[in-house]
């Protein structure tokens, strides 16, 4: 599992069938110093997650278990808020962050 | 997943025969601003995308878990279309814009 | 198996059923000699470490949901043990015993 934050939302009509309902979030990793690690990634989430929100999620194969309907071909998956995430004497949660913003836009 | 553009097709006679009737899609990663990355896949296509959809791919075994691919040779599957996407509320990418 | 430090502790209150009662800690995957060599990971405690201690993670299914008695947990990373030491070529370059 991984630490992360969701910074966007993605529509897709077009799915492989057993994904009805399921949503599909930007995730931006975080390290435990809650800066970003590495780049952005798509998760399906089932979650009520929504954009700002730490969460915590799981890559591989491991990411369609997580889900009601297993077999679909997903690679990531939120599992869980993070409420807090204590690490180096902070609050990774508890600490300002910035929504990256779409270019262009202020 | 990553955020893909599809790029091209690839076109291979000679390949194994657990791969035949499969659609090969030649994918460039993109990131969340949209931003083309130097980055690229062969990823079997599951969804009936074409060159220039931006599409989901996902890779690893998770791959393997769709009827086109099951118990096949396969590492990357495009299994989303994208219509949009947004940060922070407002729209990086409008499949429907134009 | 990878070796790891734990740097921290994550409280999850929503998450799903199978996380529910698991301790979650950020680890991170050190060289032997301690130095960091890859991403931050989260990963099920199985065995009641905490912040500091250098220890053992499994990352992989099949061995996951072994150890959580679960065929169908969708986990991957859990925590199996404490390292004492590590000798590499002949010579420890980490030893907690002697801490």
Redesign the interface.
Known sequence: ???GRV??????????KG?EGVK?Q?V?????DGAP????????S???TG?GDLI?Y?D???????LTET???????I??????????DQD?AAKAWT?????G?R | MLIAKVVGSVVASQKDEKLTDRKFLVCQVHDHHNEPQNQYVVAVDSVGAGTGDLVLYASGSSARQTELTDGRPCDAVVMAIIDSWDLDGTNVFEKWSD | MFLAEVVGTVVSPIQIPMLDGKKLLIVRPVHPDGTRTAKTKIAIDGIGAGTGDRVLVIDEGNSARQLLGDPDAPARTVIVGFVDAVEVGGELVFDHRTD
């Open positions: 599992m991984y630490l910074i966007g939302r993605v529509v897709a009509t077009t799915q492989y994904m599909l930007i931006q990793p975080l390290d435990e690690q590495g780049g952005s990634l798509v998760c399906c089932e979650l009520a954009p915590h799981e591989g194969r491991e990411a369609a278990v997580a077999y679909v071909p997903v690679d990531a998956t599992v869980g808020f993070v409420e807090q995430a204590w690490a180096n990774i929504a990256p913003k779409a270019k836009s």
